[in-house]
């Protein structure tokens, strides 16, 4: 079935740091591909997303291309802030007959000052 | 435009007592999504609806877990009875699918804990 991995965290990053959370899928067809984030207390947010392959999403400084021949959808971001603390959730979403979100387990990232 | 309301943020009760959660979703979305987020876990799906039918409940432990979502508004999602492995928070969220972009827009959750 449809999946998501990505790399075990925490992650802790000295601010200004360069970042980088991997994820990689497994889904049939060509699903949409999406970054969220969830801050300590809150729900979760997207952060950016791609529906198609190729595509970059970006958002606040971060960024992620779709690439469908690795099948991965790696997050970057080039300087790290002690607010971008939080666990970042790589999924993906295809239409199954109902749209269905499939979550990876999610990396924390801890940025110190 | 007002986000996905939920309640309670928090509960605890003791295991084999029941316990309910509600979910108000996007004005106008279609889809409604509960979540299940064990600590340290990515969160997994229980229930999908599609205004107030099911789309998808395969992980939804039905012998103790259901919900409903009449009119195709609101939603409750129940547990009855409760055990322990089922302390976690529960989120709901609601969608409005556009071809590909059907980003779901999440509330705060309910943060279980059954002792």
């Known amino acids: 079935g449809d999946s998501v991995t990505q790399m075990e965290g925490p992650v802790t990053l000295s601010e200004e740091a360069f970042l980088t959370i991997n994820c990689t899928y497994t889904?049939?067809?060509?699903?949409?591909l999406f970054w969220y984030v969830q801050y300590p207390g809150e729900g979760l947010q997207l952060l950016l997303k791609?529906?198609?392959?190729?595509d970059k999403g970006s958002n606040k400084g971060f960024e992620a291309t779709y690439r469908k021949e690795t099948t991965s959808f790696h997050l970057e971001k080039g300087s790290v802030q002690v607010s971008d603390s939080a666990v970042y959730f790589c999924?993906?979403?295809?239409?199954?007959?109902?749209?269905?979100?499939?979550f990876g387990a999610g990396t924390r990232l801890f940025v110190k000052a | 435009e007002a986000g996905v309301a939920q309640s309670p943020r928090y509960k605890i009760i003791e295991k084999r007592q029941s316990v309910a959660f509600w979910c108000n979703p996007i004005s106008g979305h279609a889809t409604l999504y509960w979540y299940q987020q064990i600590l340290g876990q990515g969160p997994k799906l229980l229930i999908q609806?599609?205004?107030?039918?099911?789309?998808?409940d395969s992980q939804l432990p039905k012998d103790r877990f259901s919900a409903e979502r009449l009119k195709g508004v609101d939603s409750t999602l129940k547990i009855q009875p409760a055990k322990l492995e089922d302390s976690a928070v529960y989120l709901c969220a609601s969608s409005s699918p556009r071809g590909a972009e059907a980003e779901a827009f999440f509330g705060q959750g309910t943060r279980l804990t059954v002792v």
């Open positions: 791609a529906t198609k392959a190729d």
């Open positions: 609806f599609q205004n107030n039918g099911v789309v998808d």
């Open positions: 999924a993906l979403i295809r239409n199954t007959g109902g749209f269905k979100t499939i």
């Open positions: 889904a049939t067809g060509y699903p949409s």
